[in-house]
């Protein structure tokens, strides 16, 4: 048998397979790879999970007519809104201050803008001029029936409002807040 003879049946004894360094980096490839996937799919998820909810409408029903409303005096109206927050998926009581302003409404947050305090509507025989507003009892805030802030308020700003639609004739209101003013 000739050297190179002998080099070739050395090398065809088993050095066809899987060697120990080969079999290693494989191995240790495929769980770096798993171990990234584990990691990085949550993180996709959260990362495109508002793309999937863009285009879904977010207004709900006030079971409420938008002639219901007129331009002299807010009307307080309650609605459900439902709400996904963590592991929690719940339907949550909302309240808003309705009233038309020209040819629109204005659906206005109750929550006082210095601190989040609830407004109520005062008496009117309290009031100036005859006229009843919008207080807060924790720091004294006083909001026109628009919902703008007097000059000597805490508050810095007006009463957020609630993006709203109609349909039918009746009044839908987005369940998030925004701000104004």
């Not at 990085?40 to 409420?64: E, Q």
């Not at 309240?95 to 629109?104: E, H, L, M, P």
């Not at 909001?143 to 000597?152: A, E, I, L, Y």
């Amino acid at each position: 048998m000739k050297p190179e003879d002998a080099h070739q049946n050395k090398a065809s004894d088993g050095k066809d397979g899987l060697t120990r360094r080969q079999f290693l980096t494989y191995a240790l490839g495929g769980t770096g790879a798993f171990m990234g996937m584990s990691i990085l799919s949550p993180l996709l998820t959260f990362a495109l999970a508002p793309l999937k909810t863009a285009g879904a409408s977010n207004m709900v029903d006030t079971n409420h007519r938008i002639d219901e409303f007129n331009d002299q005096e807010p009307k307080l109206i309650s609605f459900k809104v439902h709400v996904n927050d963590g592991w929690n998926s719940k339907d949550v009581d909302r309240q808003a201050y309705v009233i038309r302003q020209g040819d629109k409404l204005l659906v206005m947050s109750p929550l006082c803008t210095h601190l989040g305090c609830l407004v109520s509507k005062a008496d009117a025989q309290v009031s100036q001029n005859g006229q009843w507003y919008f207080h807060c009892p924790c720091h004294n805030s006083k909001f026109d029936k628009f919902g703008v802030q007097s000059p000597d308020s805490p508050a810095t700003r007006p009463l957020d409002v609630y993006p709203y639609e109609v349909r039918d004739g009746k009044l839908f209101v987005s369940g998030q807040v925004q701000k104004r003013g």
